[in-house]
């Protein structure tokens, strides 16, 4: 009996306000009749409620016990959150998938540990676009913003050749170029 191939994590990173959301919710309307791709939810730890991107909200106390049983394959913290992807990336993987994620770049070092063959996709943006983009969203005073884009992103580590794609011009042509990337992605499993 021949081994099924096992599917693909792609990791999705880059700083805020690089439209991150945006292409992977263009990307998930785009290939939602190819059924070769997942796009997963980030689970996050904090009061139910608040909206600020994309991702399933648990109160605190069920994102520690889920996380002390196993409901995680990855966890991080950023932006004074707890972040979590479920453990049904796996089952996704098992069964071939190409699974889509938004993570911090810091735990790209702990997915490539758990899935040694994930793939990483870095979004970039000019600053002044990044800046229009955390203004209209309007969680953070300018104070905040400037800080926030004056903070030193972390590299990808070293070892790792992420595909780039650079979202400053209009959402059409970041959702194609994201859409491509994973189209390649997917035809090289």
Request: charged residues 25%.
């Amino acid at each position: 009996m021949a081994r099924r191939p096992l599917g693909s994590l792609v990791l999705v990173v880059g700083p805020s306000g690089v439209g991150k959301d945006t292409l992977i919710k263009g990307a998930r309307h785009a290939l939602a009749s190819d059924q070769r791709f997942v796009f997963v939810r980030r689970v996050v730890r904090m009061p139910a409620g608040i909206e600020f991107e994309e991702h399933d909200a648990i109160e605190p106390g069920a994102f520690e016990s889920a996380e002390a049983v196993g409901r995680f394959c990855l966890c991080w913290d950023a932006h004074d959150r707890r972040y979590g992807l479920p453990i049904s990336v796996d089952t996704d993987l098992a069964l071939g998938k190409v699974v889509v994620a938004n993570v911090a770049r810091h735990v790209v070092a702990q997915a490539r540990t758990r899935y040694p063959a994930c793939s990483v996709v870095l979004i970039t943006a000019e600053i002044s676009r990044r800046t229009e983009r955390l203004i209209q969203r309007g969680r953070e005073n300018g104070d905040q913003i400037t800080a926030r884009l004056a903070r030193e992103s972390p590299a990808v580590p070293s070892g790792i050749n992420p595909i780039i794609i650079d979202n400053s011009g209009g959402v059409a042509i970041g959702v194609t170029a994201f859409v491509m990337a994973l189209r390649t992605i997917a035809a090289q499993d």
